[in-house]
């Protein structure tokens, strides 16, 4: 097996640190590819960290891996070497489920194989992109579009789609108001798509120390939730709200700004409980529900639609050594938007 190189968390109370282990030679229908960036996913932290319990360790988180096809097995024909290749939160999945045949294999009845934190079939660990290659079976390897950089198209794989799916799901569009809760490396993505889509669309954020950039982005409005007005300001106005926050909360004042049948969409994953009152819910029909990534083909679907409309992520490079000074920033919303590992740092 050829070696590979990489970061590791040795446990959940450990910084990450060089790592050597062992990726599979090529099989018929294996892609190889030559990892140049990895986004830095605030699951990584909360895995690296253990915060949602059963973390396989030693640890290579990563599941923002865009870079270029080195070689592939004899059985594969979508890819060639030296394609543009992104691959995102899973490398495999039951195939054969309801929602595999449907085409829903995030939501694999058997339970999709995670890129990292999570086991092949056979039960070997799997390891992320926080490393210099990977080798993955072509039906799980997305095609990055041509005109997208390679490094701000990286948090694509999970950050863009994460948002892309819940704002198709639930219908975003012209006549409809979306409000994004976190300015974070999910929430600029769901700015960027809401309004592309069409949508009016509004940031809830903690501050108003991001407004600038909101507009930017592409934010009709945007408000500070710190400000008692903004929960009275907007009662009854959304019809979706998606919340990208990663730390416990009550849900109410959410709730009170949707519109009757209106959905707050948690994707935010805390690790402590939250709550809201069930009044929050009866009183104007509303719905609270969930969203976990994307299909593959939805991923493609985001891709592509991201090339056409020339959407990226707005990152800040950072060399691999310094991963674990980057996760502090972001525990602060220090960064604007995403942490994007150049892995040319790691093999120089
Ligand atoms: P991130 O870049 O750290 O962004 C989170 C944002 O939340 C921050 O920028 C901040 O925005 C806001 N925030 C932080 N602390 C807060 C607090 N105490 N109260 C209110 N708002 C706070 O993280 P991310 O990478 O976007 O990930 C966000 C969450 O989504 C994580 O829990 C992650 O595990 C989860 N996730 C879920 C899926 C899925 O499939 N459902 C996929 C990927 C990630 P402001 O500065 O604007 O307030
Ligand atoms: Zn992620
Ligand atoms: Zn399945």
Redesign the pocket.
């Known amino acids: 097996m050829p070696q590979a190189s990489g970061y590791a968390a040795q446990s959940a109370k450990s910084p990450l640190g060089p790592f050597s282990f062992d990726r599979r030679d090529a099989r018929e229908h294996d892609v190889v590819i030559d990892i140049k960036f990895c986004g830095i996913?605030?699951?990584d932290i909360?895995q690296a960290r253990d915060e949602w319990g059963g973390s396989i360790f030693p640890m290579v988180p990563g599941h923002e891996i865009a870079g270029i096809v080195t070689s592939i097995g004899s059985g594969v024909t979508k890819f060639k070497v030296g394609d543009k290749v992104g691959v995102g939160?899973f490398v495999d999945s039951c195939r054969t489920c309801a929602e595999c045949v449907k085409g829903e294999d995030n939501y694999c009845l058997v339970g999709m194989n995670a890129t990292y934190n999570g086991r092949e079939k056979d039960g070997t660990p799997t390891y992320g992109g926080y490393s210099d290659h990977i080798v993955v079976d072509d039906n799980y390897v997305l095609n990055i579009p041509d005109n997208l950089p390679l490094d701000a198209a990286a948090p694509l794989l999970?950050?863009g789609i994460?948002l892309y799916s819940p704002l198709k799901h639930w219908n975003a569009g012209p006549g409809k108001k979306v409000a994004i809760?976190?300015?974070?490396?999910?929430?600029h993505m769901g700015v960027k798509l809401s309004h592309a889509l069409g949508a009016h669309t509004t940031?809830l954020?903690?501050?108003l120390?991001?407004a600038d950039d909101g507009k930017r982005l592409g934010a009709d409005e945007f408000y500070a939730?710190s400000d008692p007005e903004t929960a009275k300001k907007l009662a009854g106005t959304f019809d979706l709200i998606i919340s990208?926050?990663?730390?416990a909360?009550d849900y109410g004042q959410f709730l009170s700004m949707l519109k009757k049948d209106g959905s707050l969409v948690l994707?935010?994953?805390?690790e402590d409980v939250s709550t809201f009152h069930s009044f929050g819910v009866i009183i104007g029909r509303k719905s609270i529900a969930?969203?976990?990534?994307g299909s593959i083909k939805e991923t493609q679907e985001m891709l592509d639609f991201c090339g056409k409309h020339n959407i990226v992520s707005d990152i800040e490079i950072t060399p691999i050594d310094k991963v674990n000074e980057a996760y502090e920033r972001?525990?602060k919303?220090d960064?604007r938007?995403?942490f994007v590992i150049d892995l040319a740092t790691l093999k120089a």
């Open positions: 996913c605030h699951s909360h939160c999970c950050a994460t809760v976190g300015l974070g490396g999910l929430g940031v954020s903690q501050s120390k991001k939730m990208t926050v990663g730390v909360m994707v935010g994953a805390p969930g969203s976990m990534i972001m525990l919303s960064v938007y995403r």
